[in-house]
């Protein structure tokens, strides 16, 4: 664990440099899961603590959920910790997220197969966006839907329009239901 430690050291001033923010704050989150793993809870909470502050402006919730129950528990000690304030209820609110039903499942999730006649299969995220396209959803609604940022569902639909080979969200509409999808 400790050369994963120094590795997302070293991603994260790389990361910094580039001022590559959202990609800073996901290794600093992986860098506080691992310094909990390693025993160093005090840095632990002092580097979660960084990335709440960074995250509460923007509303990040996804880049906290995507870590599972490690980061459930460590929020939960940060919380024990934290005195009243903007950051301790956002930290409440993430939790709370954790606990909120699982994301929308979908038909398409479903009926979609590896041997769909795509030279790049969609993702499970992907099949989420694009069956959310279909019912007319905003690019705002699904984010909000999803818990996720309004810049990760344009990458999601540009990703669907690339694989789908089209050019708007009605062509893809068409397509994945002509693939079955």
């Known amino acids: 664990m400790a050369e994963a430690l120094d590795l997302l050291q070293r991603l994260s001033f790389e990361a910094e440099a580039g001022k590559r923010f ?3 704050l996901k290794i600093n989150i992986l ?25 509460y402006p923007e509303g990040y ?3 906290f959920l995507d870590e599972g129950q490690p980061m459930k528990m460590l929020l939960a000690q940060w919380l024990a910790h934290a005195s009243a304030g903007s950051l301790r ?17 979908t038909v398409a999730q479903e009926k979609a197969s590896p041997a769909c006649s795509l030279v790049e299969p969609l993702s499970q ?6 069956h ?28 669907i329009y690339r694989k789908l080979d089209v050019a708007n969200r009605t062509e893809a509409v068409a397509r994945a239901r002509q693939l079955g999808i």
Do not use: W
């Not at 310094?35 to 632990?44: P, T, V, Y």
């Not at 995220?125 to 694009?130: A, G, I, P, T």
């Not at 818990?147 to 990703?159: C, E, L, M, N």
């Open 61 to 63: 919730v996804r880049v």
């Open 22 to 24: 959202g990609r800073l």
């Open 132 to 159: 959310l396209m279909a019912l007319g959803r905003t690019n705002q609604e699904i984010a909000q839907q999803l818990i996720v940022a309004p810049g990760t569902v344009k990458a999601h639909t540009a990703s």
């Open 31 to 55: 860098r506080a899961l691992t310094l909990d793993g390693l025993g160093r809870f005090k840095e632990a909470l002092e580097l979660l603590d960084g990335c709440l502050y960074f995250a």
């Open 89 to 105: 209820d956002y930290a409440i609110h993430l939790l709370a997220q954790f606990d909120a039903e699982p994301h929308v499942a």
């Open 125 to 130: 995220r992907e099949l989420e966006v694009l």
